[in-house]
């Protein structure tokens, strides 16, 4: 029993003795200055890959959203391209026209400017 409590004890004296040795050395006790300025410049490049990342997201969103508008803006423009050459057609602006009481111009009524 005797021995037991010896060994426990000599393996209790060896732990704190290698402690104090590590602690006297500084081995890996503290961080050194190149240490801490790579995890700062580490810390910082992980920030902005994830802001860079999300706006690439955002930007990439956005401009979905745009190809949507443009693609609504492409179909109104054909649409009213459409209602402008039926508008237009002479054949229904003379009939137009004519339900309204107009004629073309005789001769007489055309005066030619020099």
Do not use: C, D, N, W
Request: glycine content about 8%.
């Amino acid at each position: 029993m005797f021995s037991r409590a010896a060994s426990l004890k000599t393996a209790r004296l060896q732990s704190t003795h290698r402690l104090r040795t590590r602690q006297r050395s500084g081995a890996r006790s503290t961080i050194s200055l190149r240490e801490m300025g790579l995890i700062f410049i580490s810390v910082v490049l992980f920030g902005l890959s994830v802001v860079t990342g999300y706006e690439i997201k955002s930007v990439s969103k956005e401009i979905s959203t745009y190809r949507e508008e443009l693609k609504a803006f492409g179909e109104e423009e054909e649409r009213l391209k459409g209602e402008l050459a039926r508008f237009t057609e002479k054949t229904r602006l003379e009939k137009i026209g004519r339900a309204l009481g107009l004629h073309p111009p005789k001769k007489s009524q055309i005066v030619h400017i020099k």
